[in-house]
Every structure is written in C-alpha cells, then in structure tokens.
C-alpha cells in the first residue's frame, strides 16, 4: 500500500464501482448512497468529516455529488483515488445515457423503457428521504442549525430564491453564530456506532503551495479544452460538435445553483438558441437522467447525442452523435477534478479554523434542507403526472393535480419505502427489486 492510500487502492476502488452503480435520484440520492456506504458501513471517514467536505463540494460550480466522490477519495487515496472516484463516479451513468440516447433516436419512447423509469423512479424517493432523515440527525446539534436547514427548505421549495444566497446566508449565520456552534459542538453526543476506522489525522493531505497550484491548474486546462481543439482542427469550427464543446464546456465553470438551475439555463439555450432538440425530448433527457446513475447533468450527453445526430457536418450521423455525447461529457467534468484536487488542500489546511468551519456548517445544515426540497420536486414530478404552477407575489411552487396521481408510481414507492426502512434492505437491492417490477411492467403492458 502506497504512502497516500489509507485504505488499500483496490479495496477503495472496488467500493466506488458499487457506489457507482447506485447513484440514481440525483444528488439526494447520490449523497445518501455515499453516506450510507462511506460513512455508516465501511465507516473509512467520520460524519463530520464527510459533512466538511460535503459543504465545500456545494460552493463550487458543477455536480456536488461527483465532486464529493472526489474529494473523499483524495482523502482515501490521494490524486489517484480522487481520480478513481470522480471517474468511476461518472462511468456507469455515461454507458447507460450513450445507450439510451441510442435507443431513443432508433425506437423512440418504448413500453420497456418507461417500465424501468416506473420501477427506479419512485424507489429514489425512499433513498433520498433516508439521506435526509440520516444527515439531519447527525448534524442538527443546534437550535441554530435545525431553522437554516427548515428555512432553506422554504425558501427553495416555496419561494425560488436562488441557490447561491441561500448558502451565502447560510454561510453568514454560521459564522456569526460561530461561538454557539462550537460550543454545541463540543457538547453534541457522538455518532452512533462505533468511530470511523481511519482517524481525520489519517487521512491524506497535501500542502498547498504554488507550484503545485500551477501544475494542476496548468495540466487541468489543457486537458479540459484539448478535445474541443481537436475537433475544430479536424471538423472546423462550426460544426455541431464545437459549438456544444464550446458551450456545455463555459456551462460547466459557471453552473452554480444546484442541477435544476443549470439544466434550466442548459435547456433554454439548446432548444431556444441552438435547437438541438424540442422542448419535449429536453423533458424526456431529463427524465432518464433522472433515472440512470450519476449526476442529472449527465443530460447534456443527451443533448449532444441528439444534436449531433441532427446536424452531423462531415461525420456520419451517429460517429458524430457519439464524438458529440462524449466531448461534451469531458468538457462537463474536467473541471470538477480541477477544482477538487486545486482546493482540496488549502480547504484541509483551514479546517480547523473556527470561523470557517462555522461558515461551512452552516451551509451543511442548508444542504439538508436542499435535499429536502429536491425530494419534494422529485416527488411531486414522479408521482404526479400533472402540476399547476402556483404564483403570488414571491411565492412561487408547483401543486400537484390529484387528478393526475399515477397510482402505479405510488405503489412502487411504497415498496421502496418498505424495502429501505422496515426490511433495512441495502439501497442496490431496493432498486434492483423495484426495476425489475417495474421492467415486468413495462413488459405486460406492451402486449
């Protein structure tokens, strides 16, 4: 075992592949998933440790979740667990989107396919209410933090304020709350269950310095803009494939605001500007995004498959619908190795500072209530095949149509829920039970 691997490579390795088959339900799910299997049963990092890195993975630009991934496995491993875990993270739901883009530009929306979505869809929502259920308990400790995590629900659930000054007024309350929280701190029961089996002094840390800070940096950006030099040089520089290299890759350092807000952005620009694709096959990318492993932005390979495929230039329709799917794929998450690996370091070294780690807590007790309110959306848009949008004044939310209740969904829900807390089945089992019903479904009704 190397210097920086606290845990064995292989073993981590092997770890993130099963973590990467159950990323499914966005970032709830994906948060819950790594919790569960990261922090509760391998026990390799402790709670407060994975909430610290949790914190800072949500102030940056890009799929928290994926970044997350990354940042425990440089804890673990160093820069190759960072780039075990982030590419692993990614994998699976870049093989099953390629294929269903496939799928859906051959045959179009088929029975089989909507019986997966029927069988996956509702059981994230156990998964996503056990994350939250799990996280709030162990990071609750305070009056304080309880009203940021319901206030931030509100306010995203009910009023669309926008992400970021959600988490900057969180970030201002914990600070200025610093002196409470610590004290509560300090009082706050231990986790449950015995401590984690790496000591936080373990763990791997790299000190920050400028050189290292100018390789990464340096290295990142040629690797993030090469694909989409080599396309311009080899297709010229108005095919489809630069333009989307060109523009999914400016998203991807601009995208804060959680996966909703960008994929909103994301969707008005391909089918408004660019008119990769109808309003109503953005919707249906959304949905198997929704509904395969990994990050929700993994529906920009979608777009690009479709859009390539539409308006292949010198390649042939699918050659260029695959080169499309896959540079906008890279173009999308180099940047969140970039940032990981150029501030994981200098976040370390400040960990222990009271006033940041205050800020950082306070924004941890937000992202329960984040999590919550993407529950809520997740509900509401999989149980429900109707809303009507409700706006006054500053309220804004959608209420779901009773009459639009999909009885079949719900049914599917009750049995992930039943699965997840009374038979405490492992979530890959919950899923993997739900998905079959939900393909034998599908099956049935296509005859």
């Not at 173009?331 to 370091?345: D, K, Q, R, W």
Request: proline share 6%; aromatic share 10%; with cysteine.
């Amino acid at each position: 075992m190397k210097r920086d691997d606290v845990v064995p490579l292989r073993q981590a390795t092997r770890a993130w592949f099963l973590v990467s088959l159950q990323t499914f339900g966005g970032p709830a799910g994906q948060i819950a998933v790594m919790q569960r299997m990261l922090v509760d049963e391998r026990r390799w990092i402790g709670q407060q440790r994975f909430l610290f890195a949790l914190s800072y993975c949500t102030l940056l630009p890009g799929p928290e979740a994926q970044q997350l991934a990354t940042y425990v496995g440089w804890l673990l491993n160093g820069v190759r667990g960072a780039l075990v875990a982030g590419v692993l993270f990614v994998l699976p739901g870049l093989v099953a989107m390629l294929v269903l883009s496939a799928v859906y530009v051959t045959y179009g929306d088929t029975a089989v396919l909507d019986g997966l979505f029927l069988g996956l869809g509702p059981a994230v929502l156990a998964i996503v209410v056990q994350a939250v259920l799990r996280i709030a308990r162990r990071s609750m400790t305070h009056p304080v933090l309880v009203a940021l995590a319901v206030s931030s629900f509100v306010a995203l659930a009910f009023f669309a304020v926008p992400f970021p000054y959600v988490l900057v007024v969180a970030a201002v309350v914990g600070w200025t709350a610093r002196r409470a929280l610590a004290t509560s701190s300090a009082s706050a029961p231990p986790d449950d269950g015995p401590p984690p089996l790496v000591p936080d002094e373990a763990l791997h840390a790299d000190r920050p310095s400028s050189r290292r800070t100018a390789a990464v940096l340096g290295i990142g950006l040629v690797l993030w803009m090469a694909p989409v030099a080599l396309a311009a040089m080899v297709l010229g520089g108005g095919s489809t494939v630069v333009d989307q290299g060109v523009f999914f890759g400016g998203t991807a350092v601009i995208s804060f605001g959680g996966a909703y807000a960008v994929l909103a952005f994301v969707a008005q620009r391909a089918v408004d500007v660019y008119g990769w694709l109808s309003p109503g096959e953005m919707v249906r990318g959304l949905a198997l995004a929704e509904t395969t492993p990994g990050p929700l932005v993994m529906v920009v390979q979608f777009v690009a498959f479709l859009g390539a495929y539409r308006d292949p230039g010198a390649l042939s329709p699918w050659a260029a619908a695959v080169v499309a799917s896959l540079v906008v794929t890279w173009v999308t998450f180099v940047p969140s190795f970039v940032f990981i690996l150029l501030g994981a370091p200098y976040v370390e070294r400040l960990r222990g500072h009271r006033g940041l780690t205050a800020a950082l807590t306070g924004i941890t007790a937000a992202v329960v209530g984040v999590i919550a309110s993407l529950a809520l959306y997740f509900a509401v848009h999989t149980l429900f095949d109707g809303t009507t949008a409700v706006t006054a004044g500053w309220l804004s939310f959608d209420v779901p149509r009773p009459s639009t209740v999909r009885w079949d969904a719900v049914a599917m829900a009750a049995l992930g829920f039943g699965l997840a807390f009374a038979a405490r089945w492992s979530v890959l089992r919950t899923l993997a039970v739900c998905a079959v019903l939900g393909l034998t479904v599908g099956v049935v009704r296509s005859f």
